[in-house]
C-alpha cells in the first residue's frame, strides 16, 4: 500500500502526492485558460457602437424639444435660416442628434424649452450607432446663436397603423455608451435610464437589411417614458 | 417599499458593527480568546470585517465575561460531558 | 491554533498554493479581456471587466466547490484543500469587484440609489428574461462575504467548528443562487450553445463528484456502523471474548485490520471514532478534528502524534491532546485488545483524558498473522488454547 501522506506545513510534499498535485496544477491552469477563451469567444452580443468618451466637441444646430430633445444639423452647404426651415420640412438634408445628458438622465426639457427652435451651439460627446447619431451634451453648455430666428414644427406625415416586433432599449446605452447595452443583463440599467428620461426605442431587428430604430412617442408626440416603464410585458 | 428597508435595516447593522469593531478588535478579542492577546496589525484587521457581521454575538460574550472560545458541541463532547454513554 | 493568532501562517506550501492560485486568476482575467478586445473592439471596457471578474469568480467557486469531494474520492488531492481558504478569500474578492463595477456602471448615476436599484429595477412581468437575477447575485455575495470575513482561525476557534461549517455550507445557497443568477442573467442574452453548455458541464461536475463521493461515504459509514448491543460479537468469537461484552466494550475490527501508523474508522456513540495503532499499541480517538472537523482516521501518525489529514493539526494518541504549544483536544476512548481484536469501549472520555493505550501482545500479534490469512478458525483455536 502506498503509505504517503501529505502535510502542508511541511516543506515538500511526498513524491507521489507532489506528482498528482503538479497534474492538478496543470489541468487547472489549462481550465484557467480554455475557459475564458471559449467564453470570450462565444460573446455573441457585442456590436458596433461608439460613445467618444473623452472627446468633448462643439456642435450648432437647430435644438427641438419635442418629442424628445434633438439637435437638427444642417448638412455642409445648408447653413442659414431659411435653408434650415426647409431642413425640418424634408429631413433628409439634415442630420438629427438626440440629445441626453450625462449619466442616466435625459435632457430636462423644462430647463432647455427657452431654445426651442431655435439656433444654438452647444458642447458635448458623440455617440453612435449605425446611422444614429447622439450627444451627450455638457451641462449648462448651450447656447443660443440667434436668439431671433423661431423655426416650426415639421409637418406630420401619418403612416398608417403597423404591427412591429422589438425591443424596447434605453437609446444612450444602446446607441453607445454601453456595449452590450441590451437584453436582460443591461435591462435594469435600461428602465434606469428611461426612467431618467432618455429617449426609449424599438430596436427592430430584421432578417436581412439592418436594424430599425424607433423612437417611441405617444399619439399626440409627447415621451412615453412613464408608460413604457409601467407597462407590462 | 421592502427592499429599501431592508437595505437600511443592513446598513445601520453593519455601521454599528464598525462602531464596536474598533473597541473589539483593540481590547475585546484578547479579552474573550486569551490567543489574541499579541495578534498583529494584519491579524486584527482581517477579523475586521467578520465582527462587522457578527458583533452581537461577540458583544454579548465580551459583556458576558466570557474567557475563552467555546468549545464545541459534537456527539462524542456531549457524551463525555454528560458521564453518561448514548 | 493554540498559540497567537497571526495574519497568515506562511509556509513554502502556502506560498506554493497563492502562487498558483493568483497566477491562475490573473491568467483568465488577462486573457478573457485582452480576447474580447480583440475579437470585439467596440466593447465597453467596464462590461468586458465585469464579465472578466464574475466569470472568473464562478469559475473558482466551482473548483472551491470540487476540491471537497476530490479529495473524499482520493486522498492524493488532499494539497488542494490545504489552503483552500485563500481560494474562498480570492472568490469573494473577484466577485465583489464584479459587483462593484456593476453597480457603478448598471446602477450609479440614475434617478435611485445604486444599491436600492439593484433590487427595483427589475419589474417582474411574467416573462422569463424578465425574472430579477440581479438579487441573486447579490445574495450569494452576502454569503461569500460572511465565508471571506469569518475565515481566520480566530473565527474557527470562537465560533466553533460546526457552527464555522454549518455557516460554510452556506456556500451551496450561493453556487445555487450563482447558478440562478447566470440562467437568468447573462444567458437570457448570451444563448450561444457554448456558453449554457459550459455553465451546464459546470453544474454537471459539481453535482456528479457530490454525489459519487456521497454515496461512498454512506457505503463506508453503514460497514463500519457499531452500537453497543447490536454488534455482539459472532458465535464462535463470544466463546474467547464473553469478558469484554460483559462491561459494555464493543468489539470493534481485528488489529490485523489496522495498518501500522494508520487508523480504522467505526461509528460509535452517534459519531466516528479513529482507532489507530503504532508502535505496537492501540489507541482510540473520536475522529473530529478540533480545527475543521477534518477526518483524523483518515489522518496518520507522524513523529507519534495523530495528523490531521486536512491541516495537518496533531494529536498524541494517548491522551487526544495536541503537543505543546498548541491546545486543541479531543475526547479519547478506553481500549483494549484481546485475541487479535480491538475492543472499545462506547464512552468517550472527555477531550484531552489519558486513556491507556491497548498492548498488541504476541499472542495478538500472532493471532494477527492468521487473521491475516483469513482463517478464523484457527483464530478460535489459538484463543482456545491460550485460555
Ligand atoms: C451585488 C451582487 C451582484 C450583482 C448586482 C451582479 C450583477 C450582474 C450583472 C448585471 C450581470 C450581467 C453582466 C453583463 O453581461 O452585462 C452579471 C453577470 C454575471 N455575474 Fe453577477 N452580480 C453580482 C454578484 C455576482 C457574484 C458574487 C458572482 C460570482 C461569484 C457573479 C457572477 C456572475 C457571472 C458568472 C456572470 C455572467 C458573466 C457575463 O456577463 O458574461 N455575480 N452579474
Ligand atoms: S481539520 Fe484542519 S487540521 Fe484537522
Redesign the pocket.
Known sequence: MNDEFYIGWEAKAAPGIGKTLRKAVVCLLVLAVLVPVL?AMSQRMIGVSVFEWGAVKSFTGVLRTQPYPHLLVPRPGTNDYHTLQSVINSPASASAYHLVAPWKFGLDRASIATFDGKSVSLKGTLIYRGNQTMIEVMPDSIRATNTASTIGLPSVVPLGRQTLLGEIVDSKCFLGVMN?GHLT??R?CAIRCISGGVPPVLLVRQKDGPAIYLLLVSADGKPVNKQVLYSRA | MIAAAFLIALGIYLACGLVFALPFVLVGAKRIDPHAAQGPWGFRLLIIPGVMALWPLLLRRWATGVKEPPEECNAHRRAARKGVAP | MGVEYVSVQWNRQKKFYDAVLVGGVAAFLVIFSVLTKVLFPRVTDE?ML??AF??G??LL?HIILCIGPLCRLNPQFLPLLYNRRHAGVT?FL??LI??AL??IT?HAGSDTNPILS?FVSSPINGSVSSVPF?PF??F??II?FLMAATSHDFWLANLSAPVWKSLHMLVYVAYAL?VL??TF??IQ??GSPLYVGTVALGLVTVLGLHITAARREVALDSESRLTPHASRPTESQSLVTSSPTEDEFVDACAVADISENRARIVCLSGERVAIFKYEGKISAVSNVCQHQNGPLGEGKIVSGCITCPWHGYQYQPDTGASPPPFVEKIPTFNVRVKNGRVFVHPKPNPAGTRAKPATIDGSSRREEAHSVTGNSESLVTLAATKK
Open positions: 467564453l452590450p443583463p443591461h435594469a | 462590461i465585469i464579465r464574475g466569470t469568480a464562478f467557486l472568490c473577484l466577485g464584479h459587483a456593476v453597480v448598471y439593484i440581479q447575485g447579490f450569494a455575495l461569500l450563482l443568477h447566470v442573467g447573462v442574452g448570451e
